[in-house]
């Protein structure tokens, strides 16, 4: 680059306005951040990196000794899933129609990478290069996340993991070949076409492994097709011919919704299914 256009450069960056940041108004006081749970930095020896997590504590934390079930929330970063899940979680304990719950975001890094298995696929892999590190983040969540979280925070042994899309995929496939590692599992819209919908295929025998268990597990999928439908379509087919005993499960199919919208409409009833309150909505 010559020195013309580094200087054209500069004085671009210099010239342009800055972004529009609210702030103090006049006639209207000092201005204040809006806080919506708290951010901590978790050191991972399995990952190896850093893990940012995001913590919103019910509104009776403060008062007592009371343990809470906890729910684990996949890209659960602020630029990501954190502000509507955590919403729904707030609202759901407001007005009694879901219980009380630790929500704890994993803010992700790279999702491509966690939330999916090693795949045979050429165009997985040439698309996705970084994929296949599932097991290595289940390692994390149940020898490093878990135990943090359990250490820090007031827990019950009730535990719930919710997310859309690839991480459904990661949700469904953790239900299916770890399932002692959370109580209820919430897996919207999961990306069953992954590794040519080999997971679907392996849903039946999986299922057959499972040792008995109090557990439940929510599906839901919208007007989606390909692999995606087709695939749970197989894994609920699965379920009904040979359901592991103590497991609960339902599903959702939502026409009206497609892949970008499914996840806030779907989420609620999951979370009402999964964690009812004192004031269920029957």
């Known amino acids: 680059m010559n020195k013309l256009l580094k200087t054209l450069l500069l004085a671009a960056c210099l010239l342009a306005p800055s972004p529009v940041v609210a702030g103090d108004i006049p006639g209207l006081g000092a201005s204040e951040p809006i806080q919506f749970g708290t951010s901590y930095m978790l050191e991972s020896k399995v990952l190896d990196e850093r893990r940012r997590l995001n913590v919103l504590l019910p509104a009776s934390y403060a008062e007592g000794d009371r343990r809470y079930p906890v729910l684990y929330l996949i890209d659960g970063g602020v630029k990501e899933d954190w502000f509507h899940i955590a919403g729904l979680v707030q609202l759901g304990e407001l ?26 696929d050429p165009l997985d892999v040439k698309e996705l290069p970084t994929h296949g590190g599932a097991d290595k983040f289940r390692h994390f969540l149940a020898d490093e996340l878990k135990p943090y979280i359990d250490k820090n925070f007031r827990t019950a042994p009730e535990t719930g993991v919710i997310g859309e899309s690839l991480a459904g995929l990661f949700i469904l496939e953790t239900f299916l070949r770890q399932p002692d590692l959370f109580t209820h599992y919430i897996a919207i819209s999961p990306s069953l076409w992954w590794n040519k919908e080999a997971l679907s295929y392996q849903a039946a025998d999986l299922l057959k492994a499972q040792k008995p268990g109090t557990r439940s597990l929510h599906l839901a999928i919208g007007n989606e097709g390909g692999g995606m439908r087709g695939g ?17 499960w339902d599903f959702q199919d939502m026409a009206g919704e497609r892949h ?16 009812p309150g004192p004031n269920p909505i029957k």
Do not use: C, W
Request: hydrophobic share 40%; proline share 8%; charged share 20%.
């Open 95 to 120: 007005n009694g129609v879901t219980q009380e719950v630790i929500l704890v975001g994993i803010e992700g890094t790279d999702r491509k990478r966690d939330l999916t298995s090693p795949s045979q």
């Open 260 to 275: 970008h919208s499914i996840y806030h409409p779907a989420a609620l009833p999951a979370l009402r299914a999964a964690f």
């Open 232 to 248: 749970l379509d197989r894994v609920m087919a699965a379920l009904k011919a040979n359901p592991p005993a103590g497991l609960t």
